[in-house]
């Protein structure tokens, strides 16, 4: 690393710990007062000392005896001394602690909430793995350097002192203070510098490791499908192996600079006694003098090591911080309006596209993002059910999110009920429309609070009712202790198709009034698909307003039931019309539609074959798909 990107993270580091000193302006204080007391107590201690063998050890060797006052009066001073600095210390130790766990726990929470502010197109942009650390590591790398900053405070004040104490004794011991701590300070910058770039590649490291971790724990099923723990395990141990030795050469450096800054005093104090003895013969200085010098140069140099903790700490404190602010100064969060729209008496809402258009921005800032969405309009009448149809990657998911506000269009306008939905506020919007998303995500918590989010006024009956409605009360009241049953990381102990319903009942739950499923239920079985669409359409559901309804779909039974059905293809709206009518006039429609079934029924006889799960045999298919 080159001098001049050091000398620029000093001022960095620098202006970070003015950041944190502005934001605990108290506690600091109260740090820097205990560690300053600390520090004047550790050179009052050394003169105490040479006090005390002027006064009293000598003359005890020379007259064999010693005043009893003089004695007391040692004894009190040594002892004050003592209780000072432990106040001090306890100070230090206390305000260093509070203020660096209080500024972690309030850049994770500033950070944590900032991710939730920031639209799904920066979450796209940004990796979990990157996100995870952002909030952990990097939180806590920004303020390392915080627990041995009030020392390193007052050790410098104790280092002017010393030096002033020392003039005040003897000029040529304290040119002798002069030359060793200059010295001592200077071992630390250059120990510090050859450690940053070593400890910010450990950092990295260590951030790349439990990243290959998570994604292989996170894709263990493919890892073990696919035959490749080998290749995995390969993977991780080669970034493991780097860790270790970035840590190595940490620990090899350590080894170097650690002695020399021990042997650094030591040497001092052998100045300090050869210098002292000759002034001491030409009778400048007297034992007592000499005693408390030598005494001060072997206690100073434990606290001069706090500046070199502090030092080494800024690097790694300015990358975390970095990061860190990254995330907090990211922009583009949508701001809501100030818009309620909540009618006395539910209602379904109405939703109405008009001229949409939407591209995803691109990874890099410079290239065009690349138009997902051209110009769509389409309603969903309060009340009616419209199916969105379209080939894989045409939209469908964009425009589901769109609906729901999740990402805002490029141009055009989305409304719910005539109100554009920017103009809306979030609460308000979260409990006009919900979106049931095409992966399921289900917390490692309860069902019920997985299906209740914490949101107010929802009982249990209310819980059951939504089962019921996705078609869930049944595994729900099967499993061990119902309501009450963890369900595991990301719904691990469930199949595909009960998360799913299970994410449906969530949505349920709030009572929404427009209802946007994205291939909400594709992995339970088209019978069961049909049958839950079928309820959300009923107008006669006990304790939940009719909704109006948005739902991606293949399925000719699922479509059949829609209203209407939106076809798109690459962004655009093809048709629009019945299931009937573009069967009959759209060609890409029918032979979508038809190539999905086909490819259901194949998967079906590849299965142990069940004549009711089968959309061909099953009489609501029969019933529905005229
Ligand atoms: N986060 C993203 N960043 C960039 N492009 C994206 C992103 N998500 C989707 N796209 C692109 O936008 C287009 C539409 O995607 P969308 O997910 O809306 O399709 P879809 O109709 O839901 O497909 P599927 O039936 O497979 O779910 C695709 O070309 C896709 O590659
Ligand atoms: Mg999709």
Not at 147 to 166: C, E
Not at 437 to 457: C, E, H, K, S
Not at 528 to 537: C, D, H, K, Q, T
Request: charged share 20%.
């Amino acid at each position: 690393m080159a001098s001049g990107t050091n000398r620029d993270v000093l001022g960095r580091g620098l202006a970070v710990l003015g950041r944190a000193i502005r934001e605990q302006p108290r506690i600091f204080a109260v740090a820097v007062t205990g560690s300053v007391l600390f520090g004047l107590m550790v050179i009052a201690s050394a003169y105490v000392v040479g006090a005390v063998v002027g006064d009293v050890v000598v003359p005890a060797i020379e007259r064999g005896s010693v005043a009893t006052g003089t004695l007391v009066l040692a004894a009190t001073a040594l002892f004050g001394i003592s209780v000072l600095r432990v106040v001090g210390i306890f100070g230090r130790r206390l305000g260093a602690g509070y203020m660096q766990y209080r500024l972690q726990a309030a850049y994770r929470r500033r950070v944590t909430r900032r991710y939730l502010e920031l639209p799904l197109a920066w979450h796209h942009r940004n990796a979990t793995g990157t996100l995870l650390s952002n909030a952990n590591s990097d939180v806590e790398a920004a303020w390392y350097p915080i627990a041995p900053l009030p020392f390193a405070v007052g050790t410098l004040v104790m280092l002017v002192g010393a030096v002033a104490s020392l003039f005040v004794t003897d000029w040529a011991l304290a040119l002798v203070g002069l030359a060793v701590f200059p010295a001592l300070f200077a071992l630390n910058v250059v120990y510090s510098r050859r450690m940053a770039p070593r400890q910010a590649r450990a950092q990295r490291l260590r951030a790349e490791v439990s990243g290959i971790a998570h994604e292989s724990f996170d894709g263990a099923l493919v890892v073990k499908t696919t035959g490749r723990e080998a290749q995995e395990t390969a993977r991780f141990a080669g970034r493991a192996g780097e860790l270790r030795d970035a840590l190595i050469s940490v620990g090899r450096l350590r080894g170097v600079f650690d002695p020399m800054l021990e042997t650094l005093p030591s040497l001092g104090t052998l100045a300090v006694l050869v210098v002292g003895t000759f002034r001491l013969r030409q009778g400048a200085i007297g034992v007592a003098d000499l005693v408390s010098v030598a005494f001060l140069f072997t206690v100073l140099a434990f606290p001069v090591r706090a500046i070199g903790w502090v030092l080494a700490e800024l690097p790694r404190s300015v990358a975390g911080w970095d990061r860190v602010r990254r995330v907090l100064d990211a922009t583009g969060e949508m701001p809501y309006g100030d818009r309620e729209l909540d009618p006395a008496t539910p209602t379904p809402a109405t939703l109405a596209f008009r001229d949409v258009c939407f591209a995803y921005e691109p990874a890099e800032a410079h290239l065009p993002g690349t138009e997902v969405l051209g110009e769509v309009s389409f309603t969903v009448p309060a009340g009616r059910t419209v199916a969105l149809v379209g080939p894989t990657g045409a939209g469908k998911s964009t425009i589901a999110s769109l609906a729901v506000r999740l990402v805002d269009p490029r141009s055009g306008t989305v409304t719910l009920d005539g109100v554009d939905v920017r103009d809306l506020t979030a609460a308000s919007l979260a409990r006009t429309a919900a979106l049931v998303a095409q992966v399921p995500f289900v917390f490692d918590d309860t069902v019920r609070a997985n299906i209740t989010l914490d949101r107010p006024g929802i009982s249990d009956d209310d819980v059951w009712a939504a089962l019921r409605l996705a078609e869930a009360d049944g595994f729900v009241a099967a499993l061990p202790d119902g309501l009450d049953t963890m369900v595991g990381e990301r719904g691990t102990s469930l199949s595909g198709g009960q998360r799913q319903r299970l994410t449906l009942a969530r949505a349920l739950a709030g009572r929404p009034r427009l209802l946007v499923l994205d291939d909400a239920t594709s992995a339970v079985d088209p019978r069961v698909e049909a049958a839950i669409l079928a309820g959300l359409r009923a107008a006669d559901r006990p304790g939940t307003p009719p909704a109006s309804i948005l739902v991606v779909a293949y399925r000719r039974a699922t479509i059949a039931l829609a209203d209407e059905v939106i076809y798109i293809e690459q962004g655009r709206v093809v048709a629009r019309g019945t299931h009937a009518e573009l069967l009959a006039t759209v060609p890409g429609y029918a032979d979508l539609v038809t190539a999905y079934e086909q490819a259901e029924v194949e998967r079906a006889q590849e299965q142990p074959y069940d004549a009711e799960a089968d959309p061909l045999h099953s009489g609501l298919e029969m019933e529905v798909d005229r």
